[in-house]
């Protein structure tokens, strides 16, 4: 689509008269965004309707890194001979080209473009907009980040056994070994006519549990649970809910313990 986008344009510069009407094109976007936050890019577009025909016009709006998070809107109204048609797109950075590190990232957007056809049937006329750059903003401070040694971390490997040690502990591992499997074997005997796997813990609920336990430890763990409630509401379905976890998570000021276990509460009532 882009490189039709471009194509068009080119065209249309080249059989544009002297004389063509021309067309204004005005980008607008926060000048500062924090990782996550939706956002607001809109493109206006003006030219006059008594040379220029409305119903050719096609606008060119590349998002870049950003991540559109809902539908294009477009609008269009009248101001004495000039049409102003306004197309507004809901963005977020939620990749890693446009994710900052130790310092906000500076992210320039590809120039937006318009063009349509004039009403004389000889040519068309191109609008080329102006330049907008964002800030991505960290949520977090590099030493913060590094500071804290992640909860949810779990040691998967088992350290070197020291030769003299393995051959002294060997026996006594294997008769241990041995009678567990005996145990464990008499134990299956007599629960397996009544034995149930257990059901397993829906995802929004052991995130739910987590957030609630994060209250009691430092703000780093808190933005994580949230975090992780906020993708289990999504995968749910529930999508406020969702936007206010991630809002909980990567707002600028931190989750405190009572703020978390009441957002804790409300979900659990929500999903009952």
């Avoid at 006059?48 to 477009?74: E, H, K, N, R």
Wanted: glycine letters at 6%.
């Amino acid at each position: 689509m882009k490189l039709l986008a471009i194509g068009f344009i080119v065209g249309s510069v080249a059989v544009t008269g002297a004389h063509a009407a021309p067309i204004r094109v005005e980008a607008v976007a926060p000048a500062t965004v924090g990782v996550g936050d939706p956002i607001a890019y809109t493109v206006v577009v003006r030219f006059p309707a008594s040379t220029v025909d409305p119903a050719s016009l096609q606008i060119f709006a590349d998002t870049g890194p950003f991540t559109q998070i809902g539908p294009t809107t477009t609008t269009r109204r009248s101001e004495g001979d000039a049409v102003v048609v306004t197309l507004e797109q809901r963005l977020a950075c939620l990749d890693l080209p446009c994710a900052p590190a130790d310092q906000a990232a500076r992210i320039r957007l590809p120039v937006a473009y318009a063009a349509a056809r004039l009403r004389s049937g000889r040519g068309a006329s191109t609008g080329r907009g102006n330049l907008v750059t964002i800030a991505v903003a960290p949520r977090v401070s590099h030493a913060d980040v590094h500071a804290v040694t992640p909860t949810y971390r779990q040691e998967t490997a088992l350290p070197v056994a020291d030769g003299r040690a393995a051959r002294l502990v060997a026996p006594f591992g294997f008769a241990t070994a041995a009678s567990a499997l005996v145990a464990l074997a008499l134990a299956l005997v007599a629960l397996r006519p009544r034995s149930h796997p257990p059901a397993p813990e829906p995802e929004l609920a052991r995130a739910v549990r987590l957030l609630r336990e994060s209250a009691t430890r430092p703000v780093p763990d808190r933005r994580r649970a949230a975090d992780f409630v906020g993708r289990a509401a999504a995968s749910a379905g529930s999508h406020a809910l969702a936007d206010d976890a991630s809002h909980l998570a990567w707002s600028a000021r931190a989750p405190g313990p009572s703020g978390t276990a009441a957002f804790a509460d409300r979900v659990e009532e929500t999903e009952q």
